[in-house]
């Protein structure tokens, strides 16, 4: 592995990081109110970055499987978030 390739992973992962980040935020379950929601979808994340990683070590050579987990790793994190919605509606 060149520099350059080292470089272009780091820039690529530094947005990846980014991007996963700012949706975070805006789909975050509140672990104030209910801690064990956030628990569940802060490991949703952290798979997702998990895989990310692994995927810059094999060169994204895993037949679109890793990108299919992390697609369903997105909404399972985003149904832990209506789920709290649903909750909140609910009264708890």
Do not use: T, Y
Request: glycine share 6%; with cysteine; charged share 20%.
């Amino acid at each position: 592995m060149n520099k350059r390739d080292i470089i272009w992973g780091s820039i690529c992962s530094a947005v990846l990081i980014f991007g996963c980040l700012l949706h975070a935020q805006d789909d975050a379950v509140d672990p104030g109110r209910f801690p064990k929601l956030a628990a569940a979808q802060n490991l949703c994340w952290q798979a997702i970055d998990q895989i990310s990683a692994s995927q810059q070590v094999v060169h994204h050579q895993e037949g679109g499987h890793a990108e299919r987990a992390k697609d369903l790793l997105r909404q399972a994190s985003h149904e832990i978030k209506l789920a709290s919605l649903a909750a909140m509606q609910a009264g708890h």
